[in-house]
């Protein structure tokens, strides 16, 4: 049986890791080369954390779980086909674990602040934190990363 994990994140890898002693054929597409520590971000923000801590390889994790990595975005489902930016994926079930976008909802000023949702946005500010030493600092939000 095939299985095509569309997000190579948390979920897409920790299903084929657990997975991985069923009797399964898993596909990982995902377009990055590495899986990012998304829950490691804030730690990363406040000097805890190393940068190489928040990401590893994933053809290593690949080839040790034996599941096949297309490094490609996948952009539609045709029937039982993942169709990816060089390649198809043929599947017998399909699992989206892409992960979320942020959603600011309208508010004014956005522009202004930093998203600890990405990788590129997390050392951003940590690069500003560190140069500017500022006095205050809000958090929006709630969730796992602002707590």
Known sequence: MKVA?????IAGAELIRVAAPCPLEFT???????????????????????????AAPLKPFCERVGAHHIQERALRLEGSTVV???SQVDFDYAVIATGAAQNYFGIRGVENTFSINT????????????????????????GLTGV
């Not at 990055?32 to 190489?52: D, S, T, W």
């Not at 590129?120 to 709630?142: Q, W």
């Open 28 to 54: 990982l597409i995902e377009p990055k080369k590495q899986i990012e520590m998304q829950a490691l971000y804030p730690e990363y923000l406040g000097g805890v954390a190393r940068l190489q801590d928040l």
């Open 5 to 9: 994990v569309i997000g190579g994140g």
């Open 84 to 86: 990816c930016e060089k």
């Open 119 to 142: 990788l590129e946005e997390t050392k951003r500010a940590r690069r500003f934190v560190e140069d500017n030493y500022p006095e205050r600092i809000m958090i929006m939000g709630s």
